[in-house]
């Protein structure tokens, strides 16, 4: 299939909008399925795995892809939760453009807003499905709604003679504006290509409606799919740097007849699908059972047959080329984020950026046997999701499992249950605070071991100041005159960096602290590289300890959307848990707060937010910066932190 018939587009939306619906019509419009599936009877092509037909709900972004008129679209499914929105953002790496779904009943949601912000932020060319036309809503209505809320530049394509419409597409380039002006109308062809230039420059937006669930303006939609959506030749620039060129930013040659370069946005390990390597190719071709050159872990490796998927369905090809969408099973050596090309030609492509995780568990296995499945299991877990992290609290000796949500989190669990057997109990979750001083000071630190056998010394101290929030660690030598020796200043900033990190009286990392290392003295015979270390470390604990310590917590920014009646309660609720309500918003239906909240306060808030607005309520959370916590909280966690370390020395 030559490239310019190709067209990959990524379906996002607020979650139930009904993408993966959307996704089912396609596919059968296009009589790539035989029977069209319901998320109901967990029946659709694309929510294929156990927990999504259990949710009736994505989780997993999923590859489909269907052949109309002679182009081939292939399609990716995201899901709508905003836990899961590291699948949007590889995704996006999949594609060259993407459709919005709005559910008509609701207009504009949470959902909607992020993923346009995302479309914005990566500049992907998109076009709008007004779906569930078949249940409620006036298009016109929800028009308005999408041109206040998201930009003025959506426009309805109804007719291509529309006098709105030719005058927006004319604005959107000067020549076509300049005949415009001059003879008021634009031939049927400088329509098409304005606007899908327009289109692709991120200028308009066009819209259309439908409903996936009766295959109404289905239709409509593939046709100005292949129309105005860029094919993986027109797409916007793909940048790389040559890796003996790190400094210089270049732009790739998108076409089938030139050097390979592909990159892995996703990896599956699934029961369904087994373990996957998900790419898409920008440039030049892959054949199966070949080998490619890995730009990113500069190796060379051998593959075996490459497959197109169809949700969990393999389809095996010969060859893939520029814009494919494709699987390799069991890489070796290639991971998630990796770039692929030819050894004489090496494209290194940007990195994808995720979200932070930020909530977090323990997690204990019910079982003795179950701990190293349980360990393993985890390892695969993370190697899929890049959102899900795994940590060993050395201080609590506690598994701490990290992700976006509550929803992420027992997802998790519940994949753990299902897909390798292991039973977990989920411990409350623990907040990352973080260690400061509010007062300046200067203490000595002094590590002297000189009795028996080789002695120990090192002497350092140090001053410590107070740094303004958000300015993390600043370490200064000001030692003249030899009263350390140089090759030993290291050795007391590496001491005190490991206090730096496990921190000084609560068992959380430092921040905020300027440290100057100002005096010290040493032994000919004695001093050592340990020594030093030593010293340091001990010289910034007493320092931490004596300096008025006091916590940070981490402050989220949330933004809640909710039907009006409920402000009242919501903001009463936002009281209870030490927030402040920043602003207010009417969006369409809706009202969203705009508040911030220790996230200590934050854990179960999708299921209080789900019963106090009986499920009409939706939240985003995002960490927004750390704030001095108050001084009884504080020295609550400080001296369990310290009773505990008393317990464990006795
Ligand atoms: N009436 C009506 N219902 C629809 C339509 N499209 C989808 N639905 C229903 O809306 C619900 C959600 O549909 P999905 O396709 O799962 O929505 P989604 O956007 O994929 O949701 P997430 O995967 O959670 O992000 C299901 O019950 C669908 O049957 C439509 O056009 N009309
Ligand atoms: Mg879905």
């Known amino acids: 299939m030559d490239a310019k018939n190709k067209r990959n587009i990524i379906l996002l939306g607020h979650t139930q909008s009904g993408k993966t619906t959307l996704a089912e019509s396609l596919l059968y419009f296009c009589k790539a399925t035989t029977r069209k599936g319901k998320v109901e009877d967990g029946s659709t092509v694309s929510d294929y795995s156990f927990d999504e037909i259990e949710r009736k709900s994505s989780i997993n972004l999923s590859l489909l892809f269907c052949d109309y008129q002679g182009y081939r679209i292939q399609i990716v499914d995201t899901p709508g939760y905003a836990d899961f929105c590291a699948e949007i953002v590889a995704g996006l790496r999949a594609v060259d453009a993407a459709v919005l779904v709005i559910d008509a009943s609701s207009g504009v949601q949470v959902g909607t807003e992020t993923a346009w912000q995302v479309l914005e932020e990566a500049g992907v060319p998109c076009m709008i499905f007004i779906n569930k036309m078949d249940k409620a809503g006036q298009v016109n209505n929800i028009l308005a709604e999408l041109k206040s809320s998201l930009s003025k530049n959506c426009v309805i394509i109804q007719s291509l003679e529309d006098p709105l419409l030719m005058e927006a597409i004319a604005e959107s380039d000067d020549k076509l504006l300049e005949k415009y002006l001059e003879v008021l109308k634009l031939s049927v062809d400088e329509i098409k290509t304005g606007l899908a230039q327009a289109v692709n420059k991120r200028r308009l937006f066009p819209v259309l409606a439908g409903s996936a669930l009766t295959d109404n303006g289905i239709k409509d939609l593939l046709d100005d799919i292949l129309q105005y959506l860029p094919s993986p030749l027109d797409r916007a620039p793909v940048v790389y740097t040559d890796p003996l060129k790190p400094e210089k930013d270049e732009q790739l040659v998108l076409k089938e007849d030139a050097p390979l370069s592909a990159f892995v946005f996703k990896n599956i390990s699934d029961p369904y699908v087994g373990q996957l390597a998900l790419l898409r190719v920008f440039s030049g071709k892959l054949v199966s059972g070949t080998s490619f050159y890995n730009v990113t872990k500069k190796t060379k490796e051998k593959f075996g047959q490459i497959f197109m998927l169809q949700g969990k369905e393999q389809k095996a090809v010969d060859l893939a080329s520029c814009g494919d969408i494709i699987a390799i099973a069991k890489l070796k050596d290639t991971g998630l984020g990796d770039s692929l090309s030819a050894e004489q030609h090496p494209f290194l492509l940007k990195p994808m950026v995720f979200p932070e995780a930020e909530i977090s568990a323990s997690v204990k296995s019910k079982s003795r046997e179950d701990e190293e499945k349980l360990s393993q299991a985890l390892h695969k877990l993370v190697a899929e999701d890049p959102t899900f992290k795994v940590t060993h609290d ?132 004695d001093s050592s590289d340990m020594a030093f270390q030593i010293a340091g470390a001990m010289a910034l604990r007493k320092a931490v300890s004596e300096a008025g310590p006091v916590l940070l917590e981490p402050i989220m920014d949330v933004e809640i959307s909710v039907p009006e009646e409920f402000l009242g309660a919501i903001s009463g609720d936002m009281n209870s848990r030490r927030g402040r309500i920043i602003g207010m918003e009417i969006k369409g239906k809706n009202q969203t707060i705009k508040a911030q909240a220790p996230l200590s306060e934050m854990f179960k808030y999708a299921n209080d937010l789900r019963s106090i607005t009986a499920g009409r309520g939706f939240y985003t959370m995002h960490l927004s910066h750390y704030e001095e916590m108050p001084h009884k909280s504080a020295a609550t966690i400080i001296n369990q932190y310290q009773a505990t370390k008393k317990h464990e020395e006795v």
């Open 394 to 525: 050395a201080q609590t000796k506690e598994l701490i499992i990290s992700g976006l949500g509550d929803l992420h989190l027992n997802v998790m669990i519940g994949r753990m249950k299902k897909r390798f057997g292991v039973v977990v109990e989920l411990g409350t979750p623990k907040v990352s605070y973080k260690e400061t001083i509010s007062k300046s000071l200067k203490v000595q630190g002094k590590f002297k071991r000189q009795s028996g056998g080789r002695g120990q010394y090192g002497d350092c101290w140090l001053e410590v100041a107070p740094l303004e929030r958000g300015k993390g660690i600043e370490f200064v030598d000001k030692i003249f005159g030899g009263a350390i020796p140089r090759n030993f200043i290291p050795s007391v900033e590496k001491g005190v960096r490991q206090v730096i990190t496990e921190g000084a009286v609560a068992g959380y990392p430092i921040e905020d602290i300027k440290i100057t290392l100002v005096d010290g003295s040493y032994h000919e015979v």
